[in-house]
């Protein structure tokens, strides 16, 4: 069982995004990320092999150990236990170049990868744990391709195409180009479902998506 969290500290007016996850049983690592801008400023692992084969009592232990990692290296942070230096915002660009967006999400859907006409890259921070039963919490981070300056101020909307009602919500990226967006995911009715993040300044744009699948329906009991 896959567990994670993500949390964002901000000291003297600068986020950073701590992220831990669960590496699955094939690993047996826990792994916690300190992010800043687009960078990994800090990383720590930890085994945890001694739990496997994993049961429903040694799943407690493992999420108590995750827990215990993660909110650790927050307490740390917060107390100056643990320091790191954000690294400096890059110079603003003014070169209007078209250059291709990219899908930081595993298993894009196809086609979409490498559009012309985009210039903003949009990753998810959370690819492995952005869903948990239906609620959705999506970690992102926009930059722009050329030299990944954060896209301040951007505008970020999320949608599910191929869903029995309408969802999609929206919000700004922060002054280091992170941004959190939460909702619960609709019914999916589609084959072709899928989630699309879309994002927006007045002279960029770019897109991610990746597929979704519509669970199959129980036959009704005649």
Known sequence: MLFGHNTNVTLDGTVFHVQTEDRGVNSATLDTTVHCRGRVLHRRTNKYHDLLPLDAGKEKSLKARLDEQHFGVVEELKTGALKVEAPPLPPPRTSASVLAASAAVPNPAPGLANLDAKTLTVEMLNPRTWLS???????????????????????????????????????????????????????????????VIEASTRDAQGQLRFALRAKPKTPAVT
């Open 133 to 195: 039963g239906r609620h959705a919490t999506l970690y992102l981070v926009v930059r722009t391709k050329d030299g990944g300056t954060p896209a301040a101020g951007a505008r970020v909307v999320a949608r599910i195409a191929g869903a029995a009602a309408p969802t999609e919500v929206e919000t700004e990226a922060s002054a280091d180009g992170h941004t959190r967006l939460e909702f619960d995911m609709p019914r999916l009715t589609s084959e072709d479902a899928a989630l």
